[in-house]
């Protein structure tokens, strides 16, 4: 992060490397994930009529505040639920079986996708999008991803630390203490491609050196 270059472009991210300018931006994130990012729509009021509290009512009692812990919580028993015997429970287990999905999407999307700590709190948004499987699937996700993936890499903090304690002299600096840092989103995708673009440079040079 320390090599990155000042841009104007707002959703961009650029960094000085072997020399040469090296770019992040949704194309290079969309070629890793494959996940659609098309601009996110606004919804109209038929859609969000849509949106109703039924997971977070049935699952967790109507809490307000759900943490992504929870959400695995709520999977792993889910996972273990059966219905009892019955005429409807070839239905109710039908019914099970798509919840397990749509909490399983939830996860994967809060967990994995958006990078959230285990104790950060879940989107009511997203959590009442998932119990309508279309709009959830149709929805660009990767747009949302990508957002939050640039936001946390852009940030000014996490060079910034770093900057301040190199000015500081040697005998003011401690030894013991780490500077951290939170990344969000999906940083995976970033790395992937300065992968790539690290890999392009040392073809380049061997090519040089070769003839």
């Known amino acids: ?45 038929e859609e969000k009529l849509k949106l109703k509290a039924r997971i977070r009512d049935e699952y967790f009692k109507g809490a307000t505040q759900i943490k992504v812990d929870d959400i695995q919580k709520a999977f792993r028993s889910l996972c273990d639920k059966e219905e009892g015997g019955g005429e409807k429970k070839a239905e109710k287990e039908k019914d099970l079986a798509t919840d397990r999905v749509k909490i399983a999407l939830l996860y994967f999307l809060e967990g994995v996708l958006l990078g959230a700590d285990p104790k950060r709190n879940v989107s009511t948004f997203h959590m009442s999008m998932v119990d309508d499987l279309d709009m959830f699937n149709s929805y660009p996700w990767g747009t949302v991803v990508y957002d939050t993936t640039v936001d946390s890499l852009g940030g000014k903090d996490m060079a910034e630390k770093y900057r301040e304690r190199l000015r500081k002299p040697p005998h003011k600096q401690l030894p013991d203490v780490k500077e951290t840092y939170t990344l969000y989103g999906f940083p995976f995708a970033f790395q992937v491609s300065f992968l790539d673009f690290n890999c392009t440079c040392l073809y380049q040079m061997f090519m040089l050196l070769k003839y």
């Open 1 to 45: 992060m320390l090599r990155r270059m000042p841009t104007k472009k707002k959703r961009e991210l650029w960094f000085l490397v072997e020399g040469k300018p090296a770019r992040f931006s949704v194309h290079e994130f969309t070629i890793v994930t494959g996940l659609v990012c098309t601009p996110k729509p606004i919804l109209c009021l």
